[in-house]
């Protein structure tokens, strides 16, 4: 803590205009400025920015940060991939639904 009021000290007199000096007193992190578009790991609880690279499902470049905010839901591939073994049979069922209702559809 000591330290931490050494560097806003330092912060508060340099002359520089560009405000917040220091990683840990600014609000970037991973690249993302703002802090609400933080989520949390649907498998182990960590936090994680569904905008940044690492995050799953992947999406391909050039996807918008909407929808990485709208489907992302774990911060790693390991725990997407236990998730989907413990639920195996959840999510064997929604795959099947979801394809059933796909063919259907493209019948129609």
Same mark, same amino acid.
């Given at each position: $803590?000591?330290?931490? =009021? ?6 508060? +007199? @340099? %002359?520089?205009?560009? !405000? *917040? ?9 991973? !690249?993302?400025? %703002? $802090?609400?578009? @933080? ?10 920015? #569904?905008?940044?690279?690492? @995050?799953? #499902?992947?999406?391909?470049? !050039?996807?918008? *940060? +909407? +929808?990485? $905010? ?13 998730? =989907?073994?413990? %639920?195996?049979q959840a999510f064997a069922h929604l795959i +099947?639904? &979801?394809?059933? %209702? &796909?063919?259907?559809? *493209?019948?129609?």
């Open positions: $803590m000591k330290q931490a =009021i050494h560097y806003n000290e330092i912060a508060s +007199d @340099s %002359n520089s205009n560009r !405000g *917040d000096l220091f990683p840990h007193e600014s609000n970037f992190v991973l !690249g993302v400025w %703002n $802090m609400s578009t @933080s989520r949390t790991c649907k498998y182990c609880g960590k936090k994680y920015y #569904p905008k940044s690279y690492y @995050s799953y #499902p992947q999406f391909e470049y !050039g996807t918008s *940060d +909407d +929808d990485k $905010m709208e489907f992302a839901r774990f911060h790693s591939l390991g725990c997407m991939t236990q998730w =989907i073994r413990e %639920n195996k +099947d639904t &979801v394809s059933e %209702n &796909v063919i259907k559809e *493209d019948n129609q």
